[in-house]
């Protein structure tokens, strides 16, 4: 395993600032000595990305296809010692972990699947009219093409699937688009053995030699974010990280976008016939999605919202006993779980909250709390309510009736999720609210809970800020491809030097746009 900064296929440890990954659980330090990448070295990263862009954006899409495959196959093949490793830096399960390995080669393998099928290059070909009156049109013709190289930062709930070889790094590879990784503190260990085989991969399928890249140190995501070789930026973590990361962009003298998922509380609205009919059963199921994981997902439910009656006070009693009897888990780092306690002491010091379960958060192990808030915090746009906990913790809203309910969705910042737990009588009587939270969501979710995200291609995981920085985009699912790739068009070029999308002959056998019509046939 290298310690060394990844560069244009080469390793480099120039700096002296070194870094030791740690035990989750126990806080030992790690076999292995990490060293931060000096500023030179995250220019020399950005700066091979650059040079390996021209020609690996314009390498047949199936080239490129083969490179993901390959990535894919290492990844599968990383051994007990691997397992072993990614556990003892995030103290998640060893079944999680293979579970979230298989999501990252599938996602891999599914981004080929797309560069096969070709649809991601939009190809629109409005041929030329030379006889138009009163002025003649030109050939035009479109299709997109990779944005440049990307700059991409590893998150610490998902040390596979979101970050080295993640769905930051699929996507932009798979829109010819070469990245330069931000290593994430928390899983050293974990990125230099999938780094390693992400360039293994490289070298099998004959790919340019800055392809990739990754740095460590944790003062070097300003430094790449400035450099004017790197083209967009993609981030999973929390707002002020993002948000801190967005500003940065839009302050160079060329502004970049950022893709950055921040900050979600993914409300659950509780619906009146759902909870007379199966109020224990929810509670249950809503008990189980709030702890899993020790609650580190983007997607955990942060906020449930019910009406005042019998059926929500039952089903809060229950809620309540279920969370209470939960065990303590060990959180990914010393860091998160700081931030954890300090969000629940906060949600303890509001006068308009009241702590309904939950152990004392003592020692190194977090406990699941539950809290209920009036409804007026939310109503009257407290931030608190607003706030993201990152971990095993929720908070019960209880409205007068429905129309308080409606303006409380409407009282809600941008989220990942929304959830509907709801009889056909409710969705009867409330069906006025999916407007609202299609308004408020990326993705709306019914009798079902947010904590897991299908990789597949109709998946969002996006949505309005502070969820994401720019809710036109996804970071799950085939269309996470679209945020790396910009339009251009040619104008009565010879088709000798067109992108082979827009050639006469189809050579790629795309379904194209051919003067407004869809056709797949070669043009004469």
Same mark, same amino acid.
């Given at each position: 395993m290298s310690a060394s900064n990844f560069i244009g296929g080469q390793r480099s440890a120039a700096g002296s600032v070194h870094l030791q990954s740690l035990d989750a659980r126990t806080g030992e330090a790690l076999p292995g000595?990490?060293?931060?990448?000096?500023?030179?070295?995250?220019?020399? #990263?950005?700066?091979?990305?650059?040079?390996?862009?021209?020609?690996?954006?314009?390498?047949?899409?199936?080239?490129?296809?083969?490179?993901?495959?390959?990535?894919?196959?290492?990844?599968?093949?990383?051994?007990?010692?691997?397992?072993?490793?990614?556990c003892r830096e995030t103290a998640l399960p060893a079944a999680r972990i293979q579970g979230e390995r298989g999501r990252t080669s599938n996602q891999l393998r599914l981004f080929a699947k797309v560069l096969r099928r070709g649809d991601y290059l939009a190809a629109r070909i409005d041929r030329a009219q030379p006889h138009r009156q009163p002025l003649p049109r030109p050939d035009l013709r479109q299709y997109r093409t990779g944005v440049g190289p990307?700059?991409?930062?590893?998150?610490?709930?998902?040390?596979?699937?979101?970050?080295?070889?993640?769905?930051?790094?699929?996507?932009?590879?798979?829109?010819?688009?070469?990245v330069v990784v931000k290593a994430h503190s928390g899983h050293m260990a974990t990125a230099a053995q999938v780094g390693e085989a992400i360039e293994r991969a490289a070298q099998a399928t004959g790919m340019p030699a800055g392809v990739f890249n990754m740095v460590y140190g944790s003062g070097v995501g300003e430094a790449l974010v400035r450099h004017p070789a790197i083209q967009a930026v993609g981030f999973t973590g929390s707002l002020?990280?993002?948000?801190?990361?967005?500003?940065?962009? #839009?302050?160079?003298?060329?502004?970049?976008?950022?893709?950055?998922?921040?900050?979600?509380?993914?409300?659950?609205?509780?619906?009146?016939?759902?909870?007379?009919?199966?109020?224990?059963?929810?509670?249950?199921?809503?008990a189980a999605s709030v702890v899993l994981g020790c609650g580190q997902f983007c997607t955990n439910p942060g906020l449930v919202i019910g009406i005042a009656g019998e059926a929500f006070?039952?089903?809060?009693?229950?809620?309540?006993?279920?969370?209470?009897?939960?065990?303590?888990?060990?959180?990914?780092?010393?860091?998160?779980?700081?931030?954890?306690?300090?969000?629940?002491?906060?949600?303890?010091?509001?006068?308009?909250?009241?702590?309904?379960?939950?152990?004392?958060?003592?020692?190194?192990?977090?406990?699941?709390q539950l809290f209920q808030a009036d409804a007026s915090l939310l109503l009257?746009?407290?931030?608190?309510?607003?706030?993201?906990?990152?971990?095993?913790?929720?908070?019960?809203?209880?409205?007068?009736?429905?129309?308080?309910?409606?303006?409380?969705?409407?009282?809600?910042h941008g989220q990942l999720t929304a959830t509907l737990i709801a009889e056909p009588q409710d969705l009867q009587q409330f069906a006025t609210l999916v407007p609202l939270l299609q308004r408020k969501a990326g993705r709306l979710l019914l009798n079902g809970y947010p904590t897991g995200v299908e990789v597949c291609e109709a998946m969002v995981h996006g949505?309005?800020?502070?969820?994401?920085?720019?809710?036109?985009?996804?970071?799950?699912?085939?269309?996470?491809?679209?945020?790396?790739?910009?339009?251009?068009?040619?104008?009565?070029?010879?088709?000798?030097?067109?992108?082979?999308?827009?050639?006469?002959t189809n050579p790629l056998g795309l379904q194209r746009l051919v003067d407004g019509q869809h056709s797949r046939e070669a043009l004469i």
């Open positions: 000595v990490f060293t931060q990448a000096t500023p030179g070295e995250v220019a020399a #990263a950005a700066e091979a990305a650059e040079a390996a862009f021209v020609e690996y954006n314009g390498m047949a899409p199936e080239r490129r296809a083969q490179f993901l495959d390959a990535i894919a196959d290492q990844l599968d093949a990383l051994g007990d010692s691997f397992i072993a490793t990614v990307v700059a991409v930062f590893g998150a610490s709930n998902f040390p596979l699937a979101f970050s080295t070889a993640g769905g930051d790094t699929a996507a932009a590879l798979a829109a010819g688009c070469p002020k990280g993002g948000r801190a990361l967005c500003d940065l962009a #839009a302050a160079r003298p060329q502004p970049i976008p950022v893709f950055a998922e921040m900050s979600s509380i993914n409300p659950v609205l509780v619906l009146p016939a759902a909870l007379r009919a199966r109020g224990g059963q929810v509670a249950e199921a809503l006070t039952a089903f809060t009693a229950t809620l309540a006993a279920q969370l209470a009897d939960q065990p303590a888990q060990t959180m990914l780092n010393t860091g998160t779980l700081r931030s954890y306690a300090s969000g629940v002491q906060r949600l303890h010091q509001h006068p308009g909250v009241r702590h309904l379960a939950g152990a004392e958060q003592v020692g190194d192990q977090a406990r699941a009257n746009g407290d931030e608190l309510l607003q706030e993201e906990v990152f971990g095993p913790a929720t908070v019960l809203v209880e409205v007068a009736d429905e129309a308080e309910l409606r303006r409380a969705v409407q009282a809600l949505g309005p800020y502070p969820a994401t920085s720019d809710a036109r985009g996804t970071s799950v699912g085939t269309l996470a491809i679209d945020r790396f790739l910009r339009p251009v068009c040619f104008q009565d070029y010879p088709d000798a030097l067109l992108p082979d999308a827009l050639k006469n």
